[in-house]
């Protein structure tokens, strides 16, 4: 059985950061592009950032120099750094795991900034 389990979100204030992680289980993880979506209300989802197996990365234009996305193959684990926090960050953030046309997703972790 497949489980993505993300964690790490909450409350946060513009400019702040905060780090979620998805941890991977019933995969191999080290052979899956891993990736962040997010969906705000009222909003379709939308890519955020990956990170293919081989470590190469890519990022949505408005997370450009704020967000770092990375793994840890050896804990499963893939993880968003944020960075300088805005307002239209605020999102349930989703993990994604993709490899040869299979998908899993996690159940989403909220994200909300707010002063």
């Known amino acids: 059985q497949v489980q993505l389990v993300e964690s790490g979100g909450g409350l946060v204030q513009p400019g702040g950061s905060a780090t979620l992680s998805c941890a991977a289980s019933?995969?191999?993880?080290?052979?899956?592009?891993m990736g962040w979506y997010r969906q705000a209300p009222g909003k379709e989802r939308e890519l955020v950032a990956w990170?293919?197996?081989?470590?190469?990365?890519k990022y949505v234009g408005s997370v450009k120099g704020r967000f770092t996305i990375s793994r840890d193959n050896a804990k499963n684990t893939v993880y968003l750094q944020m960075n300088i926090l805005k307002s239209e960050d605020t999102a349930v953030y989703y993990c994604?795991?993709?490899?040869?046309?299979?998908?899993?997703w996690g159940q989403g972790t909220q994200v909300t900034v707010s002063s």
């Open positions: 990170i293919a197996s081989g470590g190469n990365t």
């Open positions: 994604n795991a993709i490899d040869e046309g299979y998908a899993y």
């Open positions: 019933g995969i191999i993880f080290r052979f899956y592009t």
